[in-house]
């Protein structure tokens, strides 16, 4: 029986990635959507190829161009975010959140509306809206299957075990470009500096993010909204090969851990053929050769991040909501060279300062007071922002 399948955040890094493992069985998907930005040329050949019911782009200014592409195919073309969440509501068996982003939380919220398997990629979606999102998928019978690297190791760490016995995750970070860069150098960091990911091969917003470790703060939060295990519980370590995981330790003392190497094919894979295992064309790897594995303590002087996100968990509410919003608009500042690398951090630990004193973080969970809170964030960031020496 085929499956039906859509892909939000087709043209990216993931996206690719998904469309890489069902090209190589397209007999077992019907592809319904396939989503993507300004990359019009990427989304058509990618509709064409897989005969998607309807591709979308994120952009208006960009249908005619998409609708010119598609001529003749049959294939659907719509444009704008609106779209996007229509798009989402088609009945799908398997949904990829591949979107980067606030804006991935709209579409992941209706694929599991309709009782979609949401495979996710899109943390900022756990960080931004966890227990609406978790709340959702019980209310509809949905499956969320966790895709970034370490909460895959995680989730499959934990088959079988009951998560009341947990005692510790730890998820590893490889350090990103700026791992053995004093914090003098990392002040100085070009955006093409940042953009250069020792191990893995990711859009550019998540490499940069690796670099700060903002990325694994909010992998922090993920795994605390995901696995609803106490922030205390859940450490990040520095392991410069990225080949181990994540690690669960358990109260008798076991740790089971996850080991492969840098290739999103495997979690992807994981997701796509959960609950069953199938082959997916990942290296395999050879211990004796590799010889050892290394890790270290992040240093919190050079990763504010960290702290930042257990403030985050500690306040809870929307203050998830704050945190990325303002990193996401902190992130386009330093990719539009208004501030440096550091400046990223003080940009959202002062919005997260000014709007805890602001009664919106304490509004209920609903999408719309996320959006609301992401969009003030994001006014706020902006104005710290303006505010700094240039
Ligand atoms: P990417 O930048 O390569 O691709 C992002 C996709 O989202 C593109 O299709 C783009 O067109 C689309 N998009 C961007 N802005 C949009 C908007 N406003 N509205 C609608 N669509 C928009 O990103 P990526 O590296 O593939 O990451 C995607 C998500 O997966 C992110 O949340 C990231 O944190 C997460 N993730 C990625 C990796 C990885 O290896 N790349 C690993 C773990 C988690
Ligand atoms: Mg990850």
């Known amino acids: 029986m085929t499956r039906r399948i859509s892909i939000f955040g087709a043209t990216g890094s993931i996206g690719g990635t998904t469309l890489d493992l069902i090209g190589r069985d397209p007999a077992a998907y019907d592809v319904v959507a396939l989503t993507g930005g300004r990359n019009i040329d990427r989304l058509a050949q990618m509709a064409r190829q897989f ?6 782009t994120a952009y208006e200014d960009h249908l005619p161009a998409l609708r ?32 980067v982003g606030h804006a991935g939380l709209a579409p992941g919220m209706a694929a599991l509306k309709q009782g979609a398997t949401l495979a996710l990629a899109n943390k900022e979606s756990l960080v931004t809206a966890g227990p609406l999102l978790m709340q959702t998928a019980r209310d509809h019978g949905a499956v969320i299957l966790p895709v970034d690297s370490e909460h895959s190791a995680v989730f499959q760490a934990l088959i079988g075990e009951d998560i009341t016995t947990v005692e510790r995750i730890i998820i590893t970070a490889s350090g990103g470009a700026f791992r053995d ?23 550019q917003r998540i490499t940069i993010d690796s670099a700060s470790m903002f990325n694994k703060a909010l992998e922090l939060i993920e795994t605390h909204e995901f696995f609803g295990v106490s922030p205390d519980k859940i450490e990040a370590l520095v392991h410069p090969e990225s080949l181990v995981h994540a690690m669960v330790g358990f109260v008798d003392g076991g740790l089971m851990t996850h080991v492969g190497p840098p290739d999103m094919r495997h979690a992807v894979g994981f997701a796509l053929h959960w609950p069953i295992r199938r082959p997916l064309p990942v290296a395999r790897l050879d211990f004796a050769k590799l010889g050892q594995f290394t890790f270290r303590a992040p240093d919190p002087a050079r990763y504010p991040a960290l702290r ?36 990223m951090a003080a940009i959202v630990e002062d919005t997260l300062g000014k709007m805890a004193a602001d009664g919106l973080v304490h509004a209920a969970m609903t999408l719309d007071n996320v959006a609301q809170t992401d969009h003030m964030a994001r006014i706020r960031a902006a104005e710290a922002i303006a505010a700094r020496p240039s």
Not at 83 to 88: G, L, M, P, S
Not at 181 to 203: I, R
């Open 181 to 203: 860069w004093p914090l003098e150098k990392m002040a100085q960091a070009t955006l093409a500096d940042a953009s250069a990911h020792p191990n893995w091969a990711m859009g």
């Open 308 to 343: 930042l996100a257990r403030e985050v968990m500690q306040a809870g509410g929307l203050t998830g909501a704050v945190f990325n919003g303002a990193k996401e608009r902190a992130l386009d500042a330093f990719i539009d060279g208004q501030i440096r690398f550091l400046d």
């Open 51 to 56: 005969d998607a019911e309807i591709a979308v």
């Open 68 to 99: 010119a592409a598609l001529a003749g195919t049959g294939i659907a073309c719509a444009a704008g975010a609106g779209a996007i969440t229509e798009a989402a509501a088609r009945p799908a068996d398997w949904v990829m959140s591949a979107i």
